[in-house]
């Protein structure tokens, strides 16, 4: 059994929600390693929806201790509200959240200079969710953030004025209002620290301790691969590392205390906000698998841009993350067509070209090649066996492996936890051993 990362191989919705979702209770704990409110799942759990943006989807498994690790940005206020929508829904969190004292405070001040940023920026927006992500994880690499240990702080005060000093200079030259003294803040900041002191803890040192009693962590990665603020197509990217890296940054978890990455894929692309999207499809055929995947934000409610299968993407992704296996999901969005092109290649000024550019003008100018395969016209939803799934539909999903690298251990059909193929070998049976049952038991069917 094995300390086992969840990772998004895209540009993130790539259906992690539902993979985490059924893996959980495999594990003893699930721990979150970086970005802010920015992510969202909707996790379906009895009839009722939740949705969660930074509390790990484990909390809804009766008992299963959660974690949010050093690598996160926290705004309290929305952390309150999930907590409340929980409570309500008579979840109990105490005793089993626990979040990393050295974890970023996100503030208001930081979402006043996002929105402020987007608005100014008119075409060259980066697309932000402008929940102040990117203006709270700029103030930890300069060293004026604050973590949330210290949002009681006696040095607060002081602490947030140079804070503020910053984010003011850059709001006022926007346009925006100046920001007034730090003592109200200050306040809030205190009041908050109060709420969130039950829950606060030196989540490396429990991680730690978990491993020495050999307890199982999954480690759940949000937004995606080519988001990564080094890896990703920068500088249209998000401000944290989801890639399998970040999980050890993130947590304090050694790399060698983690046995494995499971890469989630969808079985065609998708992306939210600016940048490259090579193969974008604009026409009807995008429209298709935006209407049929129903491709909206969860956060924004921003429609997605949509493509076909981009395989030098998640090639990339593939060895960035060290993958060895796949959840490859919304397999059943492809279910009617009569044919599925592939992206295996991009053709740049005459040179093909089968490595992820880094250069984003390079980028923005590669035209996609495509190997199109045939389709299969059948409902593969609640089918639960490889071998039952029609023919040209397995020799999509081998094409999809044999480009990327990876094999398909996970398969998913549909938004249910019982529309889900399990491979009966490979390296997540490895990874789960016994534990494998309780997915399967899970998945139910
Ligand atoms: P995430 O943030 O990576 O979980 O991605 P999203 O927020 O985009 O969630 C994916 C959405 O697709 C959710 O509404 C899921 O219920 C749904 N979904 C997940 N897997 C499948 C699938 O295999 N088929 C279909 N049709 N929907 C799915």
Same mark, same amino acid.
């Given at each position: 059994?094995?300390?086992?990362?969840?990772?998004?191989?895209?540009?993130?919705?790539?259906?992690?929600?539902?993979?985490?979702?059924?893996?959980?209770?495999?594990?003893?704990?699930?721990?979150?390693?970086?970005?802010?409110?920015?992510?969202?799942?909707?996790?379906?759990?009895?009839?009722?929806?939740?949705?969660?943006?930074?509390?790990?989807?484990?909390?809804?498994?009766?008992?299963?201790?959660?974690?949010?690790?050093?690598?996160?940005?926290?705004?309290?206020?929305?952390?309150?509200?999930?907590?409340?929508?929980?409570?309500?829904?008579?979840?109990?969190?105490?005793?089993?959240?626990?979040?990393?004292?050295?974890?970023?405070?996100?503030?208001?001040?930081?979402?006043?200079?996002?929105? $402020?940023?987007?608005?100014?920026? %008119?075409?060259? =927006?980066?697309? +932000? *969710?402008?929940? !102040?992500? #990117? &203006?709270?994880?700029?103030?930890?690499?300069?060293?004026?953030?604050?973590?949330?240990?210290?949002?009681?702080?006696?040095?607060?005060?002081?602490?947030?004025?140079?804070?503020?000093?910053?984010?003011?200079?850059?709001?006022?030259?926007?346009?925006?209002?100046?920001?007034?003294?730090?003592?109200?803040?200050?306040?809030?900041?205190?009041?908050?620290?109060?709420?969130?002191?039950?829950?606060?803890?030196?989540?490396?040192?429990?991680?730690?301790?978990?491993?020495?009693?050999?307890?199982?962590?999954?480690?759940?990665?949000?937004?995606?691969?080519?988001?990564?603020?080094?890896?990703?197509?920068?500088?249209?990217?998000?401000?944290?590392?989801?890639?399998?890296?970040?999980?050890?940054?993130?947590?304090?978890?050694?790399?060698? $205390?983690?046995?494995?990455?499971? %890469?989630?894929? =969808?079985?065609? +692309? *998708?992306?939210? !906000?600016? #940048? &490259?999207?090579?193969?974008?499809?604009?026409?009807?055929?995008?429209?298709?698998?935006?209407?049929?995947?129903?491709?909206?934000?969860?956060?924004?409610?921003?429609?997605?841009?949509?493509?076909?299968?981009?395989?030098?993407?998640?090639?990339?992704?593939?060895?960035?993350?060290?993958?060895?296996?796949?959840?490859?999901?919304?397999?059943?969005?492809?279910?009617?067509?009569?044919?599925?092109?592939?992206?295996?290649?991009?053709?740049?000024?005459?040179?093909?070209?089968?490595?992820?550019?880094?250069?984003?003008?390079?980028?923005?100018?590669?035209?996609?090649?495509?190997?199109?395969?045939?389709?299969?016209?059948?409902?593969?939803?609640?089918?639960?066996?490889?071998?039952?799934?029609?023919?040209?539909?397995?020799?999509?999903? $081998?094409?999809?492996?044999?480009?990327?690298?990876?094999?398909?251990?996970?398969?998913?059909? !549909?938004?249910?936890?019982?529309?889900?193929?399990?491979?009966?070998?490979?390296?997540?049976?490895?990874?789960?051993?016994?534990?494998?049952?309780?997915?399967?038991?899970?998945?139910?069917?």
């Amino acid at each position: 059994m094995t300390n086992l990362i969840v990772v998004g191989m895209q540009w993130g919705d790539e259906g992690k929600g539902k993979i985490v979702d059924l893996l959980c209770p495999a594990f003893d704990a699930v721990v979150r390693y970086q970005g802010g409110h920015n992510a969202g799942h909707t996790v379906k759990f009895g009839d009722r929806h939740f949705a969660l943006r930074l509390i790990p989807s484990g909390i809804l498994h009766a008992g299963q201790p959660c974690v949010m690790g050093n690598g996160m940005v926290v705004a309290p206020d929305a952390l309150f509200e999930e907590l409340d929508q929980l409570q309500a829904a008579g979840v109990e969190t105490a005793g089993r959240l626990f979040v990393s004292n050295r974890a970023q405070a996100l503030l208001p001040i930081h979402a006043d200079l996002d929105q $402020a940023r987007e608005k100014a920026a %008119g075409g060259g =927006k980066v697309g +932000t *969710t402008g929940r !102040g992500i #990117g &203006p709270a994880y700029e103030m930890k690499t300069a060293r004026y953030g604050l973590r949330l240990s210290e949002l009681a702080s006696p040095r607060l005060e002081e602490r947030l004025r140079a804070q503020m000093v910053r984010i003011e200079a850059e709001l006022t030259a926007l346009g925006g209002e100046p920001l007034g003294a730090p003592s109200r803040l200050a306040d809030q900041c205190r009041a908050w620290h109060e709420r969130l002191a039950p829950y606060l803890a030196d989540t490396e040192h429990l991680l730690h301790g978990w491993i020495d009693a050999g307890k199982t962590l999954l480690f759940e990665g949000a937004q995606g691969s080519l988001l990564d603020v080094d890896h990703g197509t920068y500088p249209f990217v998000t401000s944290s590392s989801p890639t399998a890296g970040g999980a050890s940054t993130g947590t304090g978890v050694a790399p060698s $205390a983690i046995g494995g990455v499971l %890469g989630i894929v =969808k079985a065609y +692309t *998708t992306r939210v !906000g600016g #940048g &490259p999207f090579p193969g974008e499809l604009a026409g009807e055929a995008g429209e298709f698998l935006r209407r049929r995947g129903n491709e909206f934000g969860t956060v924004t409610g921003r429609p997605r841009r949509c493509g076909w299968f981009d395989a030098v993407a998640v090639r990339y992704a593939v060895r960035l993350n060290g993958t060895r296996a796949l959840a490859l999901t919304k397999l059943d969005v492809l279910d009617t067509l009569a044919e599925i092109p592939v992206c295996v290649a991009y053709r740049h000024r005459g040179e093909v070209l089968s490595n992820f550019p880094s250069c984003l003008d390079t980028l923005e100018a590669v035209e996609p090649v495509y190997e199109v395969l045939e389709g299969w016209r059948e409902d593969t939803s609640g089918i639960l066996d490889f071998a039952r799934l029609p023919k040209a539909a397995r020799a999509y999903i $081998a094409f999809l492996e044999e480009q990327v690298g990876s094999r398909v251990a996970l398969l998913s059909t !549909g938004p249910r936890r019982e529309e889900t193929i399990v491979a009966p070998e490979g390296p997540l049976v490895d990874w789960l051993g016994s534990r494998l049952e309780t997915v399967l038991a899970q998945r139910g069917a």
